[in-house]
Nanobody, 124 residues
Framework: VQLQAFGGGLVQAGGSLRLSCAVA????????MGWFRQAPGKEREFVAS????????KYADSVKGRFTISRNNAKNTLYLQMNTLKPEDTAVYFC??????????????????WGQGTQVTVSS
């Protein structure tokens, strides 16, 4: 499976962006997907995850109520709708695949395939 994230950009605080992640060669192993982000000088952190089959989702507390993760089965595409953006949301955003159901969604080492990242910059 290959992942390609896109849709980042520069937006003012309070604005919105939608990130997309194209999932090439999706298989039954593309069962769980997630978004992470990494701000300059900080560790990569969990943002949201989704169960591909039934769209059950989880969110980091910092984005809950503002971000929405979703997927389009027909297009094999993962999305992250980001609303009410804040300067602290500035980061490179990555999509990733988690192959197993029993691993922790919030841990980076639960994911085995990563997209290349897309930059999101929120100005104040």
């Amino acid at each position: 499976v290959q992942l390609q994230a896109f849709g980042g950009g520069l937006v003012q605080a309070g604005g919105s962006l939608r990130l997309s992640c194209a999932v090439a060669q999706a298989t039954f192993n593309t069962a769980f997907m997630g978004w992470f982000r990494q701000a300059p000088g900080k560790e990569r952190e969990f943002v949201a995850s989704i169960v591909w089959r039934d769209a059950k989702s989880k969110y980091a507390d910092s984005v809950k109520g503002r971000f929405t993760i979703s997927r389009n089965n027909a297009k094999n595409t993962l999305y992250l709708q980001m609303n009410t953006l804040k300067p602290e949301d500035t980061a490179v955003y990555f999509c990733a695949r988690k192959p197993a159901s029993w691993t922790d969604d919030r841990r980076m080492d639960s994911y085995d395939v990563w997209g290349q990242g897309t930059q999101v910059t929120v100005s104040s």
